[in-house]
């Protein structure tokens, strides 16, 4: 089964861990998420696998530009919102394989492969 690895190309974790998968001989798809955007049935399935609040990068530069009120009164159904809105909202990379979801560059799981 083929792997797919989720983020955007000017990420540098994102290419670390294109590097790695590279290395390898993982074969995998390359999903670029400013390119390619986020569907509702990929956030879900990464949701069913992980908690949202693994997956909502409350560090990025698109949420620091986020207006304080969208901010406000974060749950579940507003990050979901946010995220489908913003795909550069998702913590990244994000590696889908074999029905596992890994957020961000986890080396041990990635050489797992």
Same mark, same amino acid.
């Given at each position: 089964?083929? +792997?797919?690895?989720?983020?955007? $190309?000017?990420?540098?974790?994102?290419? $670390? *861990?294109?590097?790695? =998968?590279? +290395?390898?001989?993982?074969?995998? &798809?390359?999903?670029? =998420?400013?390119?390619? #955007?986020?569907?509702? !049935?990929?956030?879900? %399935?990464? =949701? @069913?696998?992980?908690? /949202?609040? !693994?997956?909502?990068?409350? &560090? @990025?530069?698109? /949420?620091?530009?986020? +207006?304080?009120?969208? $901010?406000?009164?974060?749950?579940? *159904?507003? *990050?979901?919102?946010?995220?489908?809105?913003?795909?550069?909202? =998702? $913590?990244?990379?994000?590696?889908? @394989? +074999? #029905?596992?979801?890994?957020? #961000?560059?986890?080396? !041990?799981?990635?050489? %797992?492969?």
């Amino acid at each position: 089964m083929t +792997a797919t690895l989720y983020g955007i $190309k000017a990420c540098d974790t994102c290419r $670390k *861990a294109r590097r790695l =998968l590279d +290395a390898q001989g993982v074969d995998y &798809r390359y999903h670029d =998420l400013r390119e390619d #955007g986020l569907t509702r !049935a990929h956030l879900d %399935a990464f =949701l @069913s696998r992980v908690d /949202w609040q !693994a997956l909502l990068n409350t &560090r @990025s530069t698109t /949420w620091r530009q986020l +207006a304080p009120t969208d $901010k406000e009164g974060l749950d579940e *159904a507003r *990050a979901i919102a946010l995220m489908l809105a913003h795909p550069t909202l =998702l $913590k990244r990379p994000v590696l889908e @394989s +074999a #029905g596992e979801v890994i957020v #961000g560059l986890d080396k !041990a799981r990635y050489v %797992a492969l």
